[in-house]
């Protein structure tokens, strides 16, 4: 079974950093893309930052480009999200996933992303 762990969640001051962790097994993993998506309380679930399998192409969206950097270890399974410069916007609950195929997934839609882990709180104070 494909299974996605979350992880590194916490409280953080604005400014603040935190690093997530999604470790994924059930699956070939150096063959899939791994995105990261948040939702925020009344809010719809939204990509945040994707990588491509392959050549481990970061993608970003907008609100969070230059402040989040996402990485994979392919020995560990895991995919990393790096946090600096934290909002108050970029509260929410953060969830790692995969797409249902190996061909998609690069750009962060979440219509192509099937496989979910179970998320992890991120709460930016002001």
């Known amino acids: 079974d494909v299974q996605l762990q979350a992880s590194g969640g916490g409280l953080v001051q604005t400014g603040g950093s935190l690093r997530l962790s999604c470790v994924a097994s059930?699956?070939?993993?150096?063959?899939?893309?791994i995105g990261w998506f948040r939702q925020a309380p009344g809010k719809e679930r939204e990509g945040v930052s994707c990588?491509?399998?392959?050549?481990?192409?970061?993608y970003y969206k907008h609100p969070v480009k230059g402040r989040f950097t996402i990485s994979s270890d392919n020995a560990k399974n895991t995919v990393y999200l790096q946090m600096d410069s934290l909002k108050p916007e970029d509260t929410g609950v953060y969830y790692c996933?995969?797409?249902?195929?190996?061909?998609?997934?690069?750009?962060?839609?979440?219509?192509?992303?099937?496989?979910w882990g179970q998320g992890t709180q991120v709460t930016v104070s002001s």
């Open positions: 990588i491509t399998s392959g050549d481990y192409t970061p």
């Open positions: 059930g699956f070939t993993f150096d063959e899939y893309a």
């Open positions: 996933a995969a797409p249902r195929t190996v061909t998609s997934g690069a750009l962060c839609l979440l219509n192509e992303y099937t496989y």
